[in-house]
């Protein structure tokens, strides 16, 4: 992508029909189009990757926990399709890139159902591409945003996709470090637990300053005052707290690399800056 004027043509879908031209605000570093940036892909414009570019400078370490945890989002989701998940909700989806969670939940259950839901148009964007390789009536993408629950709940575009009443996979990976502390995280990830039946599932991947100094551990956040959304990294102990209540799967809470890692040659990194948990509401 180069410009505006790409992503606004893109608008325009297959039947000629116009659609809205979302706020794609280019000159506004976007996490979502700056985390493309870090995995490698395209869908980012010169503010983006000028951002990414900052973050990056940061050491290689960036670079890794992206993949770690794009990675990690694969081996959850399989894992979850496993267990005989059907229904995820996939809150914070981020651009469309290799293994998305319908590919990976339906290469093991081909009837599983996705709910994308993300905050950023540039996501919405893209879910045309997303749901034109996806069978008929097993995805959807919508704008929502994780801080208002009540709404996704409520959301129809959710509930014609999924029944609340069977379990649910929650997946937040990535994006809980997007919603800083005035906004109660605690409370929007309560509110979604609470709203899934027994058997459901919670999966959290999320950034962390634990293993470098508060002076390296602040030079990411800092990048991140001028983009859309700020980062603020946590804690395990305070990852763990969203988990309350529920039942964490072997091997716990660990960083991305050591989660459930299905290759000989997987980095078992563990300073790889990003916590990774799943557990089921019992
Ligand atoms: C780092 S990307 C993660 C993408 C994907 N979940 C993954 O782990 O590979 C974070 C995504 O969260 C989205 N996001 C940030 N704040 C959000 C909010 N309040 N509500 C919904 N999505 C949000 C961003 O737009 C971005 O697409």
Sequence with gaps: MTDHQDVALDWMNGDGEARPPADLRPEVPHPARMYDYYLGGKDNFPADRAAAEQVLALGPLVRISALANRAFLQRAVRHLAEQ????????????????????????????ARVAYLDNDPIVLVHGRALLAGAARGSVSVLQADLREPKAILADPGVRELLDLDQPVALLLFAVLHFVDEADDPYAIVRTLVDALPSGSYLAISHATGDFSTPEEAGRGPAIYKNATAQLTMRSREQVLRFFDGLELQEPGLVTAPQWRPDQPEQPTDSQVAIWAGVARKP
């Design 84 to 111: 005989g998940i059907r229904q995820f909700l996939d809150i914070g989806t981020g651009i469309p890139s290799a293994g998305n969670t319908h590919e990976t939940a339906q290469r093991v259950a081909p009837s």
